[in-house]
């Protein structure tokens, strides 16, 4: 049996998708998937044995320079190997209109959320068979049911099993590594600078040794003014996913916000602890073993939104994180990371 599963991005859509394709495998022995991904993404796919193929595509750099992408071929590239081949089935896993798009210009049948349950209700009109799989559940659920729903089996009651195999412990570096995952898109997400500088001083204060990684120039920033204030802080070089899993996999444990690397962490198998404030960990997270959700406790959290409307008093913004100080969080994370 041959599947198409679209899932363009973001990182961690991408991994929360994984989960599902491991059911698939062990529910339909001999299934294969191919897999269209946004370019900067595409090694994960290929992590995962089920997959054959990876058709990268690269959406967010066409929408810059759309004469070029046409013009210099990629576009047509693309078109050609999405159409190369006709599938038993097509999932769109992302239920958005550009994902639907991609849908509907492959070949075979074409599946997906009803318009009740897709992020966006018209990309339910591409597909031609549409499943409702209620809303308000943990992403990697969603497509677990969406998958079992498409490909007729019944739906596992196992934990998830993301199923990847891309890194191993590099050997002497397991037992005092402790990776910071301290960017993420969302300015309502962000722990404070001074709290990360706190952190860092009660890791390497245990003997451990800081690492941060970081993908743009305020990341980078970040990084620096953090790594100045101890000793035993190794601000990482600019890194591939590929590379930053293996960074991953070597350490004792992660300390993160709620996006892609710290999910990557999780689905790595590597002991995590997660801090939340304004978003939850229901809606992003997939229960494992070896990770903590550290949630702040205060009035407006979660309060879900990119703006912080909060006009009151605080030592600390997002105010939310004054409840989620650094003692607090290395309590946990020590603890955690210790049973590794």
């Given at each position: 049996?041959?599947?198409?599963?679209?899932?363009?991005?973001?990182?961690?859509?991408?991994?929360?998708?994984?989960?599902?394709?491991?059911?698939?495998?062990?529910?339909?022995?001999?299934?294969?998937?191919?897999?269209?991904?946004?370019?900067?993404?595409?090694?994960?796919p290929?992590?995962?044995?089920?997959?054959r193929?990876?058709?990268?595509?690269?959406?967010?750099?066409?929408?810059?320079?759309?004469?070029?992408?046409?013009?210099?071929g990629?576009?047509?590239?693309?078109?050609?190997?999405l159409?190369?081949?006709?599938?038993?089935?097509?999932?769109?896993?992302?239920?958005?209109?550009?994902?639907?798009?991609?849908?509907?210009?492959?070949?075979?049948?074409?599946c997906?959320?009803?318009?009740?349950s897709?992020?966006?209700?018209?990309?339910?009109?591409?597909?031609?068979?549409?499943?409702?799989i209620?809303?308000?559940?943990?992403?990697?659920?969603r497509?677990?049911?969406?998958?079992?729903?498409?490909?007729?089996?019944?739906?596992?009651?196992?934990?998830?099993?993301?199923?990847?195999?891309?890194?191993?412990?590099?050997?002497?570096?397991l037992?005092?590594?402790v990776?910071?995952?301290?960017?993420?898109?969302?300015?309502?997400?962000?722990w404070?600078?001074?709290?990360?500088?706190?952190?860092?001083?009660?890791?390497?204060?245990?003997?451990?040794?800081?690492?941060?990684p970081?993908?743009?120039?305020?990341?980078?920033?970040?990084?620096?003014?953090?790594a100045?204030?101890?000793?035993?802080i190794?601000?990482?070089?600019?890194?591939s996913?590929?590379?930053?899993?293996?960074?991953?996999?070597?350490?004792?444990?992660?300390?993160?916000?709620?996006?892609?690397?710290?999910?990557?962490?999780?689905?790595?198998?590597?002991?995590?602890?997660?801090?939340?404030?304004?978003?939850?960990?229901e809606?992003?997270?997939?229960?494992?073993?070896?990770?903590?959700?550290?949630?702040?406790?205060f009035?407006?959290?979660?309060?879900?939104?990119?703006?912080?409307?909060?006009?009151?008093?605080?030592?600390?913004?997002?105010?939310?994180?004054?409840t989620?100080?650094?003692?607090?969080?290395?309590?946990?994370?020590?603890?955690?990371?210790?049973?590794?």
């Amino acid at each position: 049996m041959k599947v198409l599963i679209v899932k363009t991005s973001s990182l961690g859509d991408v991994l929360h998708t994984l989960p599902a394709v491991t059911d698939a495998m062990l529910a339909r022995p001999g299934i294969q998937f191919d897999w269209v991904v946004e370019e900067a993404f595409a090694e994960i796919p290929a992590w995962h044995p089920a997959v054959r193929r990876v058709i990268p595509v690269a959406l967010r750099r066409w929408r810059k320079q759309p004469v070029q992408a046409v013009c210099s071929g990629e576009w047509g590239r693309f078109r050609n190997a999405l159409r190369a081949d006709r599938y038993d089935r097509i999932i769109d896993a992302q239920g958005l209109l550009k994902s639907a798009v991609f849908t509907r210009m492959a070949r075979g049948i074409r599946c997906g959320l009803d318009r009740h349950s897709a992020r966006e209700s018209l990309a339910a009109l591409a597909y031609q068979e549409r499943y409702a799989i209620p809303k308000g559940q943990q992403a990697s659920e969603r497509l677990r049911q969406l998958f079992a729903a498409a490909l007729s089996y019944e739906l596992p009651t196992t934990a998830p099993e993301y199923g990847i195999r891309c890194a191993s412990p590099s050997p002497g570096n397991l037992s005092d590594k402790v990776v910071f995952v301290h960017g993420t898109t969302w300015s309502t997400k962000l722990w404070p600078d001074e709290y990360w500088v706190q952190l860092a001083q009660l890791v390497t204060g245990a003997g451990l040794t800081v690492q941060l990684p970081w993908g743009s120039a305020g990341e980078l920033e970040r990084a620096q003014r953090i790594a100045k204030t101890a000793h035993n802080i190794e601000v990482l070089p600019k890194m591939s996913i590929g590379q930053m899993a293996q960074v991953l996999a070597s350490a004792r444990g992660v300390v993160g916000l709620d996006t892609g690397l710290t999910y990557l962490a999780i689905a790595l198998g590597v002991p995590t602890a997660t801090l939340y404030g304004a978003t939850r960990p229901e809606f992003t997270e997939t229960p494992a073993h070896g990770q903590r959700y550290i949630r702040a406790d205060f009035p407006c959290s979660p309060c879900m939104s990119r703006t912080c409307s909060y006009r009151g008093e605080s030592p600390v913004q997002p105010a939310c994180y004054q409840t989620l100080p650094p003692d607090t969080v290395w309590y946990t994370a020590r603890e955690l990371f210790d049973a590794r």
